[in-house]
C-alpha cells in the first residue's frame, strides 16, 4: 500500500515538472515570427521533364511576412547526400532591393542543376534568409526540406 | 505534398520552363565560347561579362566558383551563384559551362 502511495505521488511530481505552466494562469507565449520562410522538396520538374525532355533537380524557396520588409535576400542550397559526408551541389542567393509590403512573397525559384546521368541520387535542400524590417536586419534560420527524395539525376 | 507544386503559380511554371529551357539551348549553342571562357578563367581567376540586364563577375571564393550578378537597374533583382570546384580541369570546364548559361538565362521571377 505505501508503494502504491509512493508511486501514485512520484507519478505526480513528475507530471508536475513535465507541464510547469499547468495550475498556473500565467502562460507566456512565444512572440509570433514576423516572416515565414518556406522551402519545397528537391525535385525534377515534371513541366521539364515531360514537356522538354530534360531534368534538372531544383529546390524552390519563398518569404512572406505580416509587416513591410526591404532588402530581402533568400539563399538556397541544393545538397545531395554521400557515404560519409553530404555535398553541396549548388547555392543560389537572390537579391531583391527595396520595399516589399506585407503578405507580399519574395522568391527564390532559380536555384536549380542540370542532371547529368540517370544515377539514383538523394537530395535536399537547404534556404535561409536575411531582411531589413522595423530597421533592423534580421536573419530566417536555415529552414530543410521535409524530406530527402532518391532521384534520378547524377549531378 | 507533390514536390514541385505548391510554391509556384501557373506563370512563375511557364517562366520556369523558359529559363531552364534557355540555360539548356545556351548550354549547347554557345558551348564553344563558354570552353574559351572558362579556360580564360581557370587560368586568371577572374572573368567578367555582361548581359543586357546584368553586369557578372566570375571569381573563386571560399573554394568555390563563384558568379555575382548585379543589376543594371537600381530596382531589379540581383543574384549570387556557387558551384564547388571539381578537382578535373575537364570538371571544371563543365561546371562553368552551366554557371555561364544560367547566369545568361535569368531569373525565374
Given at each position: 500500500?505505501?508503494?502504491?502511495?509512493?508511486?501514485?505521488?512520484?507519478?505526480?511530481?513528475?507530471?508536475?515538472?513535465?507541464?510547469?505552466?499547468?495550475?498556473?494562469?500565467?502562460?507566456?507565449?512565444?512572440?509570433?515570427?514576423?516572416?515565414?520562410?518556406?522551402?519545397?522538396?528537391?525535385?525534377?520538374?515534371?513541366?521539364?521533364?515531360?514537356?522538354?525532355?530534360?531534368?534538372a533537380v531544383k529546390?524552390?524557396?519563398?518569404?512572406?511576412?505580416?509587416?513591410?520588409?526591404?532588402?530581402?535576400?533568400?539563399?538556397?542550397?541544393i545538397?545531395?547526400?554521400?557515404?560519409?559526408?553530404?555535398?553541396?551541389v549548388w547555392?543560389?542567393?537572390?537579391?531583391?532591393?527595396?520595399?516589399?509590403?506585407?503578405?507580399?512573397?519574395?522568391?527564390?525559384?532559380?536555384t536549380y542543376k542540370y542532371c547529368?546521368?540517370?544515377?539514383?541520387?538523394?537530395?535536399?535542400?537547404?534556404?535561409?534568409?536575411?531582411?531589413?524590417?522595423?530597421?533592423?536586419?534580421?536573419?530566417?534560420?536555415?529552414?530543410?526540406?521535409?524530406?530527402?527524395?532518391?532521384?534520378?539525376c547524377?549531378t | 505534398?507533390?514536390?514541385?507544386?505548391?510554391?509556384?503559380?501557373?506563370?512563375?511554371?511557364?517562366?520556369?520552363?523558359?529559363?531552364?529551357?534557355?540555360?539548356?539551348?545556351?548550354?549547347?549553342?554557345?558551348?564553344?565560347?563558354?570552353?574559351?571562357?572558362?579556360?580564360?578563367?581557370?587560368?586568371?581567376?577572374?572573368?567578367?561579362?555582361?548581359?543586357?540586364?546584368?553586369?557578372?563577375?566570375?571569381?573563386?571564393?571560399?573554394?568555390?566558383?563563384?558568379?555575382?550578378?548585379?543589376?543594371?537597374?537600381?530596382?531589379?533583382?540581383?543574384?549570387?551563384?556557387?558551384a564547388?570546384?571539381?578537382?578535373?580541369?575537364?570538371?571544371?570546364?563543365?561546371?562553368?559551362?552551366e554557371?555561364?548559361?544560367q547566369?545568361?538565362?535569368?531569373?525565374?521571377?
Amino acid at each position: 500500500m505505501k508503494l502504491q502511495k509512493a508511486l501514485a505521488l512520484l507519478i505526480l511530481i513528475s507530471q508536475l515538472n513535465i507541464n510547469p505552466a499547468s495550475g498556473s494562469e500565467i502562460i507566456k507565449k512565444a512572440p509570433e515570427a514576423p516572416c515565414r520562410l518556406q522551402i519545397n522538396i528537391a525535385h525534377l520538374s515534371t513541366n521539364l521533364k515531360e514537356r522538354l525532355g530534360i531534368r534538372a533537380v531544383k529546390v524552390d524557396a519563398s518569404s512572406i511576412c505580416n509587416v513591410p520588409q526591404s532588402d530581402v535576400s533568400i539563399t538556397v542550397e541544393i545538397w545531395k547526400t554521400g557515404k560519409f559526408q553530404d555535398y553541396q551541389v549548388w547555392k543560389k542567393t537572390t537579391f531583391s532591393p527595396g520595399a516589399t509590403q506585407p503578405g507580399n512573397r519574395v522568391n527564390n525559384f532559380s536555384t536549380y542543376k542540370y542532371c547529368k546521368n540517370k544515377v539514383k541520387t538523394s537530395y535536399y535542400g537547404v534556404a535561409y534568409s536575411k531582411a531589413f524590417i522595423a530597421g533592423k536586419w534580421q536573419y530566417a534560420r536555415h529552414v530543410l526540406s521535409v524530406a530527402i527524395i532518391p532521384l534520378k539525376c547524377g549531378t | 505534398m507533390k514536390s514541385d507544386e505548391g510554391l509556384l503559380t501557373a506563370e512563375q511554371k511557364q517562366r520556369e520552363l523558359d529559363v531552364i529551357y534557355e540555360c539548356f539551348r545556351l548550354m549547347q549553342s554557345e558551348r564553344s565560347r563558354y570552353e574559351k571562357q572558362a579556360i580564360a578563367f581557370i587560368d586568371s581567376g577572374h572573368f567578367s561579362t555582361e548581359t543586357n540586364s546584368y553586369w557578372i563577375n566570375f571569381s573563386i571564393k571560399n573554394n568555390q566558383f563563384a558568379c555575382i550578378a548585379t543589376s543594371k537597374l537600381p530596382d531589379a533583382d540581383s543574384h549570387s551563384t556557387f558551384a564547388p570546384i571539381p578537382e578535373s580541369r575537364d570538371k571544371q570546364i563543365e561546371e562553368l559551362i552551366e554557371l555561364f548559361a544560367q547566369s545568361e538565362a535569368g531569373l525565374i521571377l
